[in-house]
């Protein structure tokens, strides 16, 4: 009887050891990464960078804390560079997983201050704050109206992309960060957000809506609040894009398949503003038409994107509409397409 309980007892244990030796070669070949395949971003484990929740304030109905548990992650890689002194110094390589902001603003009801004035979203800012107090603004355009999405994120993980042949890696950030993943200069990358604020464009312009004949013969420009002066046609020094779109507005759909021919804004601008540097940071742009519509966009997604997306002025001569109107070929929508421009503010 004892001989064949410890024969029990024996065949047990080596049954349990059995089964330990399983589940862990079982669970150690699921968390092992290949090691040969076709993906170049996962040579390296991703490291956490932790974020519970973040403060939304500003223009919204329900202000206060965020929980971020429970979201999708969402990842982007990235090659980071800064500007220092006017020159480039490049700090590394990184895919990022982390929040997106559409998915941590989609269910915020605006509570807009100018509602009754210009209902439309498209004359918000979004601004991220960080412990210290930085600021970056992104425009509520850029967050929600793209045709690739999700390229905004507060970033939880992250991991270095390694030259294959240098084996040469970077250092990695220690806190979360938000990562904008369009930017050519990653100025806007922002270490350890705690708020987003929601604002509205507050200058007291007026609007009529359905205004006939809507025509502006010319733009002035201002920069930092001073008229620097005014564009009545297409520089001839600057060559023309003609980009080809399926256009398509949020609220009226289809607009056709058009041919778009225009100079790139930024070239535009850059005449106006001269050797004075831009700030990446927080300077945005304000385009406004001859019926008080307008659109506002981060000066960083025109100046400073790394995929070539530009956003031109096109003349329509003397149609309604005209004389210029304004196209961003990696918008989805059509709603920030401003016809009869009158004013561009760039302001910070």
């Not at 930085?134 to 690739?148: D, N, Q, R, T």
């Not at 312009?205 to 005014?230: F, Q």
């Not at 002025?313 to 196209?327: A, E, P, T, V």
């Amino acid at each position: 009887m004892k001989k064949t309980r410890a024969k029990t007892k024996i065949c047990g244990l080596i049954g349990l050891l059995l089964f330990g030796f399983y589940f862990y070669n079982t669970a150690a070949g699921q968390n092992k990464k290949p090691v040969e395949n076709n993906d170049f971003y996962d040579n390296v484990p991703l490291t956490g960078l932790p974020l519970n929740s973040i403060e939304i304030a500003g223009e919204v109905a329900s202000p206060g804390m965020f929980k971020l548990k429970g979201l999708p992650l969402h990842q982007v890689m990235v090659r980071e560079a800064v500007l220092e002194g006017g020159q480039a110094r490049f700090i590394g390589a990184y895919v990022y997983q982390g929040y997106s902001l559409f998915d941590i603003l989609e269910d915020q009801i605006l509570a807009k201050k100018n509602q009754e004035q210009f209902s439309s979203p498209i004359d918000l800012m979004v601004i991220v704050e960080n412990k210290k107090g930085e600021k970056v603004l992104l425009s509520w355009g850029e967050i929600f109206y793209p045709a690739v999405l999700h390229r905004l994120i507060l970033a939880v993980k992250v991991a270095p992309i390694i030259p294959s042949s240098t084996g040469e890696t970077w250092p990695l950030p220690a806190n979360p960060k938000l990562v904008v993943a369009n930017d050519l200069f990653a100025e806007r990358n922002l270490d350890s957000p705690v708020r987003i604020t929601v604002k509205s464009f507050a200058a007291p312009i007026a609007t009529e809506k359905g205004k006939t004949p809507l025509y502006s013969p010319g733009i002035n420009i201002y920069v930092k609040g001073e008229e620097k002066g005014s564009l009545d046609k297409l520089p001839q020094d600057l060559t023309p894009l003609n980009l080809p779109a399926v256009f398509f507005g949020r609220g009226q759909g289809f607009h056709g398949v058009n041919y778009f021919q225009g100079v790139p804004l930024r070239l535009i601008l850059e005449k106006f503003t001269g050797s004075q540097p831009l700030n990446f940071k927080t300077a945005y742009l304000a385009i406004i038409a001859d019926d008080g519509y307008r659109a506002i966009y981060s000066a960083s997604e025109i100046f400073n994107r790394n995929d070539n997306q530009e956003t031109i002025i096109c003349d329509r001569g003397q149609k309604n509409g005209g004389r210029f109107s304004l196209f961003s070929i990696g918008d989805f929508f059509s709603d920030r397409a401003v016809k009869a421009i009158k004013e561009i503010w760039l302001a910070e």
